[in-house]
């Protein structure tokens, strides 16, 4: 029966949640907050589908699925983090937009 095997169970993106959320745990690039749909494809065409439960993370780039408390923040806010102003007298980390240090009060 060669028929038999041309169907399959295909995981797919169904609509994109939110972009490039979160990176990859497999190649680091970055991945989406996506709802995806189970489809049941027989000859290449999809003939039922039904959605997942919970949305997934998605990677672009190796089309990965994962869950999405697995995921890495993505790489440019992970860096901002690390990049926060600290006060030149005391030391302490201070938020951007502060002109004063709250710790100190010495002017930034
Ligand atoms: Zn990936
Ligand atoms: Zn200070």
């Known amino acids: 029966m060669f ?6 169970l295909e995981q797919q993106v169904r609509e994109v949640l939110k972009s490039g959320v979160g990176s990859c745990i497999y190649c680091n690039s970055r ?4 709802e995806y749909e189970k489809a049941l494809k027989l000859f290449f065409v999809p003939v039922w589908r039904w959605p997942g439960k919970e949305p997934v993370m998605h990677c672009n780039n190796c089309k990965l699925f994962f869950p999405q408390h697995m995921c890495f923040p993505p790489p ?3 860096s901002a983090i690390l990049e926060g102003l600290r006060c030149r007298f005391c030391d302490q980390l201070v938020e951007a937009e502060f002109r004063f240090c709250p710790f100190c009060g010495s002017a930034i």
Do not use: E, I, N
């Open 31 to 34: 991945a989406d907050l996506v």
């Open 76 to 78: 440019d806010s992970s």
């Open 3 to 8: 028929f038999f095997f041309v169907g399959g």
